[in-house]
């Protein structure tokens, strides 16, 4: 079959909506800053500009399915099913709102006052009437560097948000094959493969990073050398700092395989089970929160997405479910059969692998190109407790086995590198005096956080009332959640340099075990 979605572009009913595209700079711009930098900013509806700010429209796309299903000796007992269907995903909310922080339609002021009197007499800033927008910056304009290679501005550097304007609806190409058979009356088992491959993911970016500089290719004012203090003169954009730039993109990219195998007994002489155990791995290039729209690689290098490929923060490599309803054989009929017939027990067991951790690193305003980066791992070094996890929640990460990249100072080289510290063959010099830290290799999937494992049980009776009719009767139950009352640990703090490094301080379920009663009237 085929399915087709309309997803369109998101568009604002009075085009309040202003997007950036840095394509539309021209080159005195890029590296002074200044007036110019309006030219980037197209608000839509305006001067020939689409109501979404997007160059390329959405009409939609068109989704193919397929599947299969075989009855293998023509008995019923055993059969082969699959299928592959091709999934889009709808975005709308996150452009819309990366778009609707960007001036003209956006000011922002804060009133800091120590005076009562005088915040009480005018407790609000000074902010344009809405009939007044829309309003622009005063922008900042590089006019010169000091003898260290920091940047002078006229004023302070701006922070914008951007989405790609040829941006497309990411999707997922999904598939699976599984053999179902029955090896006892009842009883059946399961066994398949389930694949994923996202394409065209959401990241945030900051593409305004510090490029590195040397002789062959030199910066701003014939800058050829470079430190953490010069980094907003290395900038691509004039006028914008290292941070100031966070463009949405759909360059990411996701794989998910995963082993199924399942053992069912269908409901059946008073007993149903279900026993789901999976084991997967999930990788992808970019960093992805569970319940966020898009999430940026911020630790690595925003320019090539390769180098922060690793495991996938929802990688759980084994899970398994366990699920059963027994219906407790007891009396049927009389005062026995009231008090002691009737009565259901139920349970939902489960138990899997801790998400994986990255070492990311704390060092301040160190960094050559104003991203933090990774933490440095000794290799062979044992990085995670063996043993209870309670009796590690101070150290469940052993500190020795971690530090920040090195601190590079004045006259270092290092390289092979392009600009975009990728891999290249310039190399490059720390400024005299100066000093900085590299990004450091990916570091993601280093560890685990702990085992996860939970136990819910109810313990249920049915009173049959005939009044209420067929169907009609009374239920209740008795509830435990965490039955078993097990924490389930978040992960520790991973980030070298800091002083909780390693430390578990908080879980993930902080209710622990519950208990409640329940009375249901059924008619």
């Not at 009480?120 to 009939?131: H, K, Q, V, Y």
């Not at 989405?163 to 999904?174: G, I, T």
């Not at 899997?352 to 050559?368: D, E, H, K, R």
Request: proline letters at 6%.
């Amino acid at each position: 079959g085929l399915r087709y979605d309309h997803l369109g572009n998101p568009t604002e009913t009075h085009n309040t909506i202003t997007n950036f595209d840095p394509s539309l700079l021209s080159g005195d711009t890029l590296l002074r800053g200044g007036s110019g930098l309006a030219d980037g900013f197209v608000i839509a509806g305006k001067n020939g500009v689409s109501t979404s700010t997007m160059l390329t429209p959405n009409y939609g796309s068109i989704s193919p399915r397929v599947g299969l299903a075989y009855d293998l000796f023509g008995t019923g007992k055993l059969a082969l099913r699959g299928g592959y269907g091709i999934y889009y995903q709808d975005t709308n909310y996150s452009l819309q709102y990366a778009n609707s922080g960007n001036p003209p339609y956006q000011v922002s002021a804060a009133t800091t006052n120590t005076t009562a009197t005088r915040l009480l007499a005018n407790p609000f800033p000074s902010l344009p009437l809405p009939n007044q927008f829309p309003v622009y910056p005063t922008f900042p304009t590089l006019t010169g560097l000091s003898a260290a290679g920091v940047p002078t501005y006229d004023r302070p550097q701006l922070s914008v948000q951007a989405v790609d304007r040829r941006l497309r609806a990411p999707y997922s190409q999904n598939w699976s094959l599984n053999i179902q058979g029955e090896f006892l009356p009842n009883w059946t088992l399961e066994i398949g493969y389930l694949g994923s491959h996202a394409l065209r993911q959401q990241t945030s970016l900051q593409l305004n990073n510090a490029l590195l500089v040397n002789s062959a290719n030199p910066g701003r004012f014939g800058l050829t050398t470079n430190s953490s203090a010069n980094r907003d003169a290395r900038v691509p954009i004039a006028g914008l700092g290292v941070g100031g730039l966070s463009v949405i993109k759909n360059i990411a990219s996701a794989n998910y395989n995963a082993l199924l195998a399942t053992v069912n007994h269908r409901f059946a002489r008073r007993f149903l089970f279900k026993a789901a155990y999976t084991f997967s791995k999930s990788i992808n290039n970019f960093q992805s929160d569970a319940g966020s729209n898009y999430q940026g690689s911020a630790v690595g290098n925003p320019y090539d997405l390769n180098q922060n490929r690793g495991i996938s923060e929802q990688n759980i490599p084994n899970r398994l479910v366990v699920t059963y309803v027994w219906d407790i054989p007891g009396f049927k009929k009389g005062l026995l059969g009231a008090a002691l017939g009737n009565w259901s027990l139920a349970g939902i067991f489960t138990y899997q692998n801790g998400f994986p951790g990255v070492i990311t690193q704390s060092i301040g305003t160190t960094s050559l190109t104003g991203t933090a980066g990774y933490g440095v791992v000794t290799p062979g070094c044992n990085l995670q407790s063996s043993g209870r996890v309670q009796d590690h929640l101070n150290n469940y990460l052993n500190v020795a086995c971690v530090q920040t990249t090195p601190l590079l100072t004045g006259g270092t080289t290092f390289g092979p590198y392009s600009p975009y510290l990728t891999a290249g063959s310039g190399t490059y010099t720390i400024t005299p005096g100066g000093s900085g830290r590299l990004l450091g290799t990916s570091t993601r999937g280093a560890f685990t956080a702990p085992f996860e494992q939970r136990e819910d049980v109810t313990l249920s009776k049915n009173f049959r009332v005939r009044a209420l009719g067929e169907g009609g009767g009374l239920e209740f139950r008795a509830e435990a959640f965490k039955v078993l009352n097990n924490s389930i640990f978040s992960a520790p703090s991973a980030v070298a340099g800091s002083t909780t490094f390693g430390v578990i301080t908080s879980t993930i379920d902080n209710t622990g075990r519950q208990l409640q009663l329940a009375l249901k009237l059924k008619f």
